[in-house]
DNA sequence: CGACGTGTAAC
DNA sequence: CCTTTTACACGTCG
């Protein structure tokens, strides 16, 4: 059957809910940061306001580049509040939920809706229920969001993009190889950069020059299963389920005051972050089986150590198993010293339904 | 096949 | 002078 899919994306989420709650800042640039407490300034942008994109400050540029953007302006920067846009986001994820015969979330302010049964069907009774969703997360939450409607969640994203803020874009089944085809293949979500050059490298530098490429070139070069889902993106096919996924894996992250390769130094971070996540496995009642050392040296290279053992519920723990995979690591890779440490666990298994997980896991 | 490490992508 | 978190595919090794 055909199924009509929703992609509900909140408008410049962070910075939008700031300025709900500040209304001294409205009308300004804002820009939400996530300051990583090296120097002043270090760390990057998450979420600017679209004041501030006229700017051209956007998210994931160094702070210091955005203030650099910023000169002379009066501009707000803000340091990131996690906590309170994850509680609002629960609501605003519960209003969507009313809606859809299926639901998934895929990040803080972002969720695909199956309304294939809810629309009967028609498009139009799909945008009449996406308005009817607008209004009320307005109403309720005072936020705008932008809605992608399509055949599937690949056109519904696609859909969303075409529009913003506060935006409803509808792209009819019919409408799909119209919408799509000259459209440069680095707009097609899921292709990024890397993949963009070397499809420009072949020539190839539309969706319709790539949904018209022989497939086994494609294949000699990305191999099978990229070539086919390369394809498909080319063509607007999807057939991924809307539906909830378990989370498979936690990780913690921070910035390191200065460079360094000394053990002990480096694990005091590391038991702060496993403290951490300790809080957020229990929240969630999981536990896990395998633990991943995370560096990321001062050319910004990643690299990662794991290691995987008994289950446990508490990564602190595993707080040996990981002095000796980081032990190693310093051994083997000489480096000048890591900028970054991180822990990450994985191969989780989900106790008894713990009680009221927060919506995620309502589905 | 499971474990491990890297690359790509997105938010 | 450069953040954080997650997912997934793929190559490799034993």
Redesign the pocket.
Known sequence: MARIIMLIDLDAFYASLEELRRPEIRGKPVIVC??????E????V?TSNYLARELGIR??M???FAKMAAKGKDVVFLPVDKEYYGAVSDRIMDIFGDYAERFQQ?????AYLDVSERSGGSYEEAERIAREIKERVREEEGVSCTVGIGPNKFMA?MASKKNKPDGLTVVRPDDVPAFLNGLPVGK?????????EELMGLGIKTAGDLASFSLPSLEERF????AKLLRERALGIDDSPVEQ???????????LKEDSSDADEIMKRLSELCADLRK?MEKLGVSF??V?LIT?DA??????????IQEKDDPCAALDNVRA?LVGFLKDENHKGI??V?I?V??LSYKEKKKEQKTLFDY
């Open positions: 996530v300051y990583s407490g090296r120097t300034d270090s760390g990057a998450a998210a994931g160094p702070i210091a895929v990040s803080i302010d972002e994203k097609l979500h899921g292709i990024g950069e890397k993949t963009a191999g099978k299963n990229k996924k378990e989370r498979q894996q936690l990780s913690r992250i921070a910035t957020r089986r395998t991943t990321i050319h910004l290279k990643m690299q990662t150590r794991s290691e995987t995979l900028r970054r991180g990450a994985s191969n």
